[in-house]
């Protein structure tokens, strides 16, 4: 049945008898012509994608758990497409245009909120970082304001302005970004996928490929094998793992990052908000539970869970910037498993192995990116080709010396 | 004698005492420090000078009392603290040669000793050593604050050591969280 | 007043407070909760959704109904709960989430549209017309969000931070926690015992069964009496230990009461923790089981026999189990009419002092904003209504195991209970007692774990005479909820109803957290403690699977909210990190200089002078003075290492990209220093003083991870190498003296025997040398700003004196002090680089410097320097530029396009890193990175803005603005 | 978390500073014929095991010492402690 308001009116009046399962619960076939490995966000997207766009009918997501398990179900919810290098800023618009449609292209209230992002800086040398990279995002035809002082102040009146120990010299501000109601992303992929015939594989964990003089011709699972045209890896946090499986190396670390919310409290925050002087973003989700983080640990790990040191020092930044929420309660902290890649940049591309693509490497950017990251890959899976706004998310960028390097850290995945 | 005056790490004439409560906190600047690290392969010229010097050289986590006492601060590191004079790392490079590599360190160090019946409740809202447990002679780098430290148990005190620059900060931590107690 | 006799309460102590604006009475040991109760007060507050009204439903800290804004004005805080906030003298609270009065709520109009407001219906709506979403659906579900309210102003009080060290925490001092501190602590062994609660003893203070020959509360008092003598046991009332992290760290908040700080998070590094949290009762869930004075019957039971207080005279009981008939006796022994205790359980004991309906279920219950009566479907199927203004529910305990989920253990199940006991608990960490799952017993329980911990940290430990127990073992028949046409609530602070998860079924949102997810089950201020397991239990019947096979629910820190502000400590506002003074600091603050943050360090940026009324004239001012006759600046910021040993030499050849080796004594040559990776990562001087030293900067941003990147080379990588690092750029303040007349100034610092005449001291020398008649100090001859300068150091101490006798002796020169930002005047006029260029995407090649990647020898960062990507010839290069007309001005941040075609991305040619205004050149300048820059020199391009909406013509030119040859520095 | 320095005892890993996986101690030889293969391995490619992992920490905070830490990054339990530079002593 179809989501609109006349159906859930006339639900509501007949006890909600007709609603049907968002999604089925197939047994999986022998083979499909394309295997999505990771049924989170990237890979329902794909799969999605796949039907949707490129008109495939044989499409499978397999997903160890439940779908939207990973870090699709675990993050701060926050969508924007404020980035600097040529090789990632047409790709985040790319996502947010897909955002900005996407609840009715696949009839989910999502909840795509584009209250705005505002990154805050606080010395000269910040400024003119946002500035360059203000600048950048116009020049890609992406909005962009460049606000003084006194426009962070009309925006944001009860930041610390008057006893910072970093006070506030401006910031960069992107309308359009925001936050989505993350799990419905999910949902409403899998939802979307589904109705176009889209095996959503739940409980079914890949624990090999089959590979054949250099061909990928399917995958071991512990529902069985599952042949496949064209195997498709989108594990983001367990990318290692999964492709250890088929004998590859990546660079790529997994490491935890930690998320908070407190408890609900009525509305305060506009839109998002990041300090520029330490670890601190934040944001207010519908429910009115302010919904903040910071940094990684620092450390591997795939634990989903993460340490007090990060916590205290995400609260000191919070209580720096903002004194007012310091009577607010934390509620929940939880840690994702992050792919923090060698240059702070996604990988999409094929392997050296033929049939076998791989889609990871998000560090903690993955969730904003997960429209055109499915839209990306499917076109890649479906064409061989790379699509126009990820040609330089390729795995030798690091053997030739091109990466892409927002922060310009280098090699060492816990500082992006 | 230079006819430059000098400032304590806090930026005075004379170094400040502080009485809050019980605790006692006081600026101390009438010592000199160096860095003493054993070169590759020298421990036994090393040894001999330490010894010819009357130093004892203490293991990791202590500190050695002496005219001259020895705080450990790395593998084959010790940091020495003596009476003030114009160039304690220059006095040591002469008994020790090239059997150690040496620096002076006087000026890069503020000294606050806190004394009196709560200082250890008192360290315990300031850092996460383990200053209940500690004793006399034992020694260790700790954070207060964001700000780096040397602890330094002593009989009626603990020393805390901190980078020069930081003084006035941790000054201020000690100060207002003794405040805190009363 | 519904206050009876006896409990807890200090009577001596009476206490008046407000809620709802309106004064009541209680007494000292009252919560608020019990407080509000003894004042016929049940209605206190309203549910998320539908604004049902609602009172307590426990007296603890699972509540999920009772939640206040606590205190007012810039001191409230926003949900916190009743039932555990303690009463004192003018405590002032306010119900939530309402419009209008608590009692006539207009928000209640939801409960009304309940069908259409069922789990997710906001998934399937609100997505037409598009822009609708957010200009008019949003806004409305924003208004209706959250519960309580932030001041939106700064919070006002004080908190701080605290470590502490033990043997074995113990979490809860009931009976379990207790026995087990008792033990642990006449062993000797170090043990912070805590509890949330203010009056500690767990259920022994809301119990009425006996310990040996005194009551519960009598015995915790004499066993606190003896921790409390005991200088090894450290009992921490009000002390949530709400999170359980790796390697037995656990974190705890402390209440403070009175004191000049509001809270204490403490961090407690433990040897071995005991979980000695006990058990939390769950509800049966029933049509419009929600009403105010329907509560769990331990909360009953607490609020009688601890506060003395109860919520109403006829009372009825509804139970799947014996402790139902516990709560009414307990309730009739203080004057409680009990109206029927109503047990699903055919097998119900048996009574005579008031009418027991055995095999009977509470089906429906009735009254507006309070309970007034239940309806009862008898065994029989007969229905019938009994009056009761309280009801007491009982449907079995949940151990309270939820630190053993911190670290993501889940938990078993088990049948007896039907509940959730732990499986794994973090390692170092013991369950006792009712946390585990053990209801009787639970004293000698406390007590074996605490021997069983002692031994195994090899402390001598004997057991303690124990009090017999009155107590029976559980008697339970699984009930959840009772099945029927009306809402029954699960969770009842996000209103999640049975309904709710059936529909969660229906729609194939199966698995727990999908179930969670979907409604919103659990995810309430009291993470689920109610609730989890009910929802849990209407999914299996859903699935027709069991309760375990449907699955666990585990939980995450923190175990009860905590406030942001304790996370933080003292860490904030202008205390958020410490600050870093330079030793000339006092001096320039005296001159009013203005100072900015570069990291730590509070620097100088300009020296404003009367008269000048923009920074630009002090900073001009402070330039041309310093490239006519001389200028002093304080550069101790600079990180400073002194690298010693006798490979030093070697080692620093491998660490920077160029040669130190044959480096000669008494001079100083400029290093740059890669990444592995081949970018640039810092750059600086380093001088050669002896054979076996060096002194080596970095900037003053790098200097922490420079020194961090050279330890990792020196112990890492080439451990065989004999070198040892020291910083010292705290030992000495550094002082640049630039200008044609730096020279001559410094001729009257320094002590007459040391001849720094340019022959006898020339372009790159340094020295150790003596100021001021014998002070030691060392000298360098270098040059950042491009004229004649020199850099000099002095003991730390007597750095502001230095400061002051230059100012001083300066004076026949016209000498000032500049700051920051003529420095960065002088170094881009001069073309070095600097932060805005070392960005960590820049290589040596691109800023110039290609040739100084020395091939012929190993050095970090060589070998991958030379990827393609890294050489390409349209690679970024370093340029200057100025603006084609003189009076035009541009920025840092602008981008380069040739100077026609479109502005967009495809024409990007690069970036302005850097700019100033030349007070020398009468112009702004820049630098910046473009493509093929080094063969642009000399073409016109647009410096592009577009989020400032500006576009200047710039000329390509050299980075070097001034002096490209060198002359000046050398004189 | 806490690390048991060898010389110091317990620390919490707060003191530390990460670097990453241990083998970044073992730096190619630049003169290697395929040098810059071997680099590029080296720095950018990883084992990233679920499981017992060596890794480099910096005990800022503290001694200075590079420290090899054997942790399981699935449970975060430390079976290992040893100093970088005693461990490549021994190797070489």
Known sequence: MRYNALNVIKQALTGHKDWTPAWRDPAPKPHYDFVVVGGGGHGLATAYYLARIFNKSSVAVLEKGWIGGGNVGRNTTIIRSNYLLDGNEPFYEFSMKLWEGLEQDFNFNAMVSQRGVLNLCHTDAQRDAYRRRGNAMRLNGVDGELLDTAGVRKMAPFLNFDSARFPIKGGLFQKRGGTVRHDAVAWGYARGADSRGVDIIQNCEVTGFRIERGKCLGVETTRGYIGAGKVGVAVAGSSGQVMAKAGMRLPIESHVLQAFVSEGLKPIIPGVITYGAGHFYVSQSDKGGLVFGGDIDGYNSYAQRGNLPVLEDVCEGGMSLMPMIGRAKLLRMWGGIMDMSMDGSPIIDKTGIDGLFFNGGWCYGGFKATPASGWVFAHLLATDQPHETATAYRFDRFRHGRMIDEKGMGAQPNLH | MPSLSALTPLGAAHPKTNQIGTITLTEVTDRALASLTCRNASMPAFSAAASSMGLTLPQAGHWANGKQSAIWTGVDQWLIDAPYGPDLGQDLKSVFGDSASITEQTDAWARFDVSGAARVDLLERLCPAPSRRMTPGMATRSTIEHIGCLLICDADRFRLMCARSYAGSLHHAIFTVAHSLW | MSRVLGGLIDRNKPIQFQFNGKTYGGFAGDTLASALLANDVRLMGRSFKYHRPR??????????????????????????????????????????????????????????????????????????????????????????????????????????????????????????????????????????????????????????????????????????????????????????????????????????????????????????????????????????????????????????????????????????????????????????????????????????????????????????????????????????????????????????????????????????????????????????????????????????????????????????????????????????????KGRAWLDQQNDVTVKDVKLAHQEGYISVEHLKRYTTLGMATDQGKTSNIGGLAVMAEMTGKSIPDTGTTIFRPPYTPVSIAAFAGRSAGRDFRPTRLTPSHHWAAEQGAVFVEVGMWLRAQWFPRAGETTWRQSVDREVLATRKSVGICDVTTLGKIDVQGRDAARFLDRVYANGFAKLAVGKVRYGLMLREDGMVMDDGTTARLAEDHFITTTTTANAVSVFRHMEFCRQCLWPDLDVQLMSITESWAQYSVAGPNARALLQRIVDAEHDISNNAFPYMACGQITVCGGLRARLFRISFSGELAFEIAVPTRYGDALMRRMVEVGAEFDAVVYGTEALGVMRIEKGHVAGNELNGTTTALTLGMGAMVSKSKDSIGAVLSTREGMTAPDGLALVGFRPVNPSDSFAAGSHLMAKHGAVNAANDQGYVTSLCYSPHLGHVIGLGLIKNGAARHGEVMRAVNPVQNTETLVEVVSPHFIDPKGERLRA | MIINHPLLGPRDAAEFVYLGDANLMARPDWQAENAADLFYEYLYLRDNPAGLHRELWYHEQGDRSWLVVTRNTVTHEITDVTLARAQRQVQS
């Not at chain 3, 419009?99 to 219906?121: E, T």
């Open chain 3, 55 to 484: 009172g307590p439903l426990t007296a603890g800290s699972e509540e999920p109904n009772a939640l206040v804004t606590l205190g007012t004005g810039v001191y409230a805080e926003p949900n916190a709960r009743a039932t555990v906030a303690e009463l004192y003298e003018g405590l002032s609270a306010r119900s939530q989430n309402h419009i209008g009065s608590l009692s006539f709520d207009l928000m209640a109009i939801n409960d009304v549209l309940s069908p259409f407001f069922a789990a997710g219906f906001y998934y399937k709506t609100f997505m037409w017309p598009k822009a609708f979403w957010e200009k008019l659906y949003e806004p409305v579900i924003r208004h209706a969000a959250g519960l309580g309210k932030l001041s939106g102003l700064p919070d006002p009080d004080a908190y701080e931070k605290g470590y502490l060290h033990c043997d074995l925490l113990i979490i809860g001092a009931g009976p379990a926690g207790l026995a087990a501190a008792l033990t642990a602590g006449r062993a000797g062994a170090d043990v912070i015992l805590a509890d949330e609660d203010f009056e500690l003893g767990g259920r022994l203070n809301s119990e009425t069964y006996a310990l040996g020959d005194q009551s519960g509360s009598a015995w915790a008092i004499g066993v606190l009496a003896e921790l409390a003598s005991l200088p090894n046991v450290r009992v921490m009332a009000r002390t949530t230990i709400y999170g359980a992290f790796d390697h037995g760290i656990f974190g705890a908040l402390e209440q403070n009461i009175g004191g000049k700080v509001r809270q204490t998070l403490w961090r407690i590094y433990t040897k071995r923790s005991l979980l000695c949290a006990g058990a939390t009762e769950r509800p049966i869930a029933f049509a419009n089981n929600d009403r105010p004075g329907i509560m769990l019957g331990s909360a009953l039971r607490s609020y009688a026999n601890r506060w003395a207080a109860l919520p109403a005279r006829d009372i009825a009981i509804f139970t799947n189990n014996d402790e139902g008939h516990r709560t009414a006796r307990d309730l009739r022994a203080l004057g409680a009419n009990i109206t029927a205790v109503i047990d699903s359980r055919l097998d119900a004991p048996k009574s005579t002092d008031y009418p027991i309906h055995a095999g009977a279920v509470v089906t429906d219950s009735a009254g507006r904003l309070g309970l007034r009566s239940v309806t009862v479907q008898l065994a029989t199927g007969e229905t019938r209504q009994i009056a009761a203004g309280a009801l007491g529910v009982s449907g079995g305990w949940n151990p309270n195991l939820h630190l053993t989920c911190h670290q993501r253990g889940r938990p078993i199940w088990n049948a007896d209970l039907a509940s959730f006991v732990p499986n794994t608990a973090p390692v170092g960490m013991l369950v006792a007692g009712a946390a585990n799952g053990q209801m009787t017993a639970v004293l000698a329980d406390g007590m074996d774990k605490a021997l069983q911990i002692m031994t195994d940290l090899g402390i001598v430990a004997k057991a303690i005479s124990l009090p017999v127990a009155e107590e029976t073992p559980v008697r339970l028949t699984p009930l959840f909820h009772v099945p029927g």
